[in-house]
């Protein structure tokens, strides 16, 4: 598990594995009031990243490679890429995620599931069409 610290960006790729220490996320920010940005984000198998405070938030570039993204948390996280092409599953477990651009969930091929008590703000303000993603609402 990578902890991040509040204000950081950071434009270095990063390559995830896993669901990190005691599933809290292979990429953590625990921080109440954070906001960080990154860069790429590569996606080696089913990966996580956890939000732990709803006041913190983690923006993410392009998302890409063969697993699924996790989001766990009571946080945010912002998916703010056009170029996002991961093959896996996109599941919002807890907290918001934030997307704004067309292709934010990777490959349509695998869909988006949001779980009971997490939520999806899809940006209308942008005038944005998503790709044809498939949502699953529990």
Do not use: C, P
């Amino acid at each position: 598990t990578l902890n991040l610290a509040n204000g950081s960006s950071m434009a270095e790729e990063f390559t995830l594995n896993g669901t990190g220490i005691s599933s809290s996320g292979a990429l953590h920010l625990e921080t109440a009031s954070s906001f960080i940005s990154l860069g790429t984000v590569t996606l080696s198998s089913n990966s996580s990243i956890g939000v732990d405070q709803s006041t913190s938030r983690i923006t993410l570039g392009a998302v890409t490679g063969s697993g699924g993204l996790t989001k766990v948390g009571a946080g945010g996280m912002r998916l703010n890429s056009n170029t996002s092409d991961y093959m896996g599953v996109t599941t919002i477990s807890a907290g918001t995620v934030f997307a704004n651009q067309v292709n934010s969930f990777g490959s349509t091929a695998a869909g988006t599931v949001v779980e009971s008590g997490a939520a999806i703000n899809l940006d209308a303000t942008t005038g944005t069409t998503y790709a044809a993603e498939g949502f699953t609402l529990s």
